[in-house]
């Protein structure tokens, strides 16, 4: 098997037939835990007309090797390095229908977060709108609460209103805002959106957890919020503004693209 090295050290001409030497097994050397890592170099190393039969590939199958541990990887080498836009839209086209299944998987939701931070504002609107009225129920999942958070920091004004009127909302008895404090994973994601809110909406979440604040104190996952909370209280209104720093999350862990 060729190495990572030999694919960076080689001309083109090499590059090439070592591109071609995996055609055969190309699927097989995705899912491979050492031959995934030569792919990637060749679609980094060498330009897309050489090795389309990679891409010939993998279309119809990018969402099935996006929840792979090795095949997620590659998938973002291909968004990365394969600026072509009829490869992007094929690629893009075929995760964005998925995007809501893929967001709640192991190993895709990196795929998705990869698009949130360095794709197109088009597309990820296109992404964040597949996310409408499912933003508590994915708030609360352990690998979807991350892509959340990355459509907070990474979406435009417009698209992260969206997001953060559902958390401010009210549906029946159930306030979102409140459930979602209470979760484990759903509380950075309340976290995230008072980092990200306008003013206004900084002091609606403030004055309902102040109203709340002897009833959610002492609950297990609302404290890093209450917390935050009782420093700014304490701290008064001019520090209401400022940006708060976030406790380090302690579950997940990104595979590495090479």
């Known amino acids: 098997m060729w190495t990572n090295e030999a694919v960076e050290l080689a001309?083109?001409?090499?590059?090439?037939?070592?591109?071609?030497e995996l055609n055969n097994d190309i699927m097989k050397c995705?899912?491979?835990?050492?031959?995934?890592?030569?792919?990637?170099?060749?679609?980094?190393?060498?330009?897309?007309?050489?090795?389309?039969?990679?891409l010939d590939s993998m279309y119809g199958h990018v969402v099935q090797l996006s929840i792979h541990p090795y095949g997620c990887r590659v998938i973002q080498s291909v968004l990365e390095y394969f600026h072509d836009p009829s490869i992007q839209e094929t690629f893009l086209k075929e995760i964005i229908e998925d995007v809501y299944c893929m967001a709640k998987d192991k190993y895709a939701n990196y795929v998705v977060q990869y698009i949130l931070e360095h794709g197109e504002a088009?597309?990820?609107?296109?992404?964040?709108?597949?996310?409408?009225?499912?933003?508590?129920?994915?708030?609360?999942?352990?690998?979807a609460s991350n892509v959340i958070e990355k459509c907070l920091v990474f979406g435009s004004y417009n698209d992260k209103?969206?997001?953060?009127?559902?958390?401010?909302?009210?549906?029946?008895?159930?306030?979102?805002?409140?459930?979602?404090?209470?979760?484990?994973?759903?509380?950075?994601?309340?976290?995230?959106?008072?980092?990200?809110?306008?003013?206004r909406q900084r002091k609606l979440i403030l004055e309902c957890l102040r109203m709340r604040h002897r009833q959610i104190r002492h609950c297990t996952y609302a404290k890093h919020v209450v917390a935050r909370l009782e420093r700014l209280i304490e701290a008064g209104e001019r520090t209401m503004m400022q940006p708060w720093r976030r406790r380090p999350r302690r579950h997940g862990k990104e595979p590495e693209l090479r």
């Open 161 to 199: 209103q969206k997001i953060i009127n559902e958390v401010l909302s009210t549906s029946g008895e159930t306030e979102a805002l409140m459930v979602m404090v209470n979760d484990q994973y759903a509380n950075y994601v309340v976290q995230k959106v008072i980092e990200t809110c306008d003013d």
């Open 122 to 143: 088009l597309v990820r609107s296109a992404i964040i709108k597949r996310f409408s009225g499912k933003v508590m129920t994915m708030s609360k999942q352990k690998y």
């Open 11 to 20: 001309d083109l001409d090499q590059k090439i037939q070592i591109a071609n």
């Open 30 to 54: 995705i899912h491979d835990q050492n031959a995934n890592h030569v792919v990637q170099k060749c679609i980094e190393h060498v330009p897309p007309q050489f090795i389309h039969f990679f």
